[in-house]
C-alpha cells in the first residue's frame, strides 16, 4: 500500500528518513494518546529531527533544500537551528505540516537519530500572560500527575523573535521504547519567526 509519506520526494531519496517516519508518526500517537492529546483538534506546526554530528546535519540539510527552502536559521541555545520550508508537506496525524526543524548538535548525545518530536499550537487566550498560558494548559490536561511522562517547561531566548515562546515538553519517562516528544507553544513557529 503506497502512501502519502512513501511517495514524498525526500523519502525517495533519503532513506533513513524514510524507514523511520512511519515508526515515529506511529510513537507520536501514543503518546498523545497517552497524554489524552486530541492531535486532530490543534495545529501540527513542525516536525523536528536530532542529530548527533555536524557531519550528519549537513547531510540531512542538504537533502532537505532539494526540496525546500530556509525559513530561517538562528542560534537558539547555543547552536544553530534550521528551519526548512517544504515545497511539499508532509502529513502525520492527519495534518499537512511544511516545516521542518533541523537543529545542528551541541553537547547532547540522542539515542536515536532522526524524527523526534512534533510541536502543537496551543494559543493563549486574550491578555493571557506566559505564566497563566502555563497554568492553564498544565491544570487542562495534568500531564505532570502521569507517573510515566516527564514535562519540562522552558522557554528559549532568540535574538531578535518579539513573541513570547514557551515551550511544553512531554515525553516519556522511561524513552527506550518511545524516544519521541510532544511539545506545545502558543504561537505558529512561522508567526514566531516574522514578527
Known amino acids: 500500500m503506497t502512501t502519502f509519506e512513501q511517495i514524498h520526494p525526500l523519502f525517495i531519496e533519503v532513506n533513513d528518513l524514510t524507514k523511520s517516519f512511519p515508526c515515529f508518526a506511529q510513537r507520536i500517537q501514543d503518546l498523545a494518546q497517552l497524554m489524552n492529546l486530541a492531535l486532530e483538534e490543534y495545529e501540527i506546526d513542525h516536525i523536528a529531527l536530532r542529530v548527533n554530528t555536524d ?9 532537505l533544500l532539494k526540496y525546500g527552502t530556509i525559513l530561517n536559521h538562528n542560534i537558539v541555545n547555543g547552536r544553530v537551528i534550521y528551519l526548512i520550508k517544504l515545497a511539499r508537506p508532509l502529513r502525520l496525524a492527519g495534518q499537512f505540516i511544511d516545516i521542518i526543524e533541523l537543529p545542528f ?12 518530536h512534533i510541536e502543537v499550537v496551543m494559543p493563549f487566550l486574550q491578555n493571557e500572560t506566559t505564566e497563566e498560558w502555563i497554568k492553564r494548559v498544565s491544570l487542562l490536561f495534568l500531564w ?5 511522562l516527564k514535562v519540562k517547561v522552558s522557554e528559549p531566548k532568540v535574538e531578535g523573535e518579539q513573541l513570547p515562546n514557551p515551550s511544553i515538553a512531554v515525553s516519556f519517562v522511561d524513552n527506550a521504547q518511545n524516544h519521541t516528544c510532544i511539545k506545545v507553544h502558543p504561537y505558529n513557529i512561522k508567526k514566531i519567526i516574522e514578527v
Not at 557531519?55 to 537533502?63: I, M
Not at 548538535?105 to 523526534?116: F, S, V
Open 105 to 116: 548538535p551541541k553537547n547532547k548525545i540522542y539515542p536515536i537519530e532522526g524524527w523526534e
Open 55 to 63: 557531519e550528519k546535519a549537513k547531510y540531512w540539510l542538504t537533502h
Open 144 to 148: 505532570n500527575q502521569l507517573d510515566n
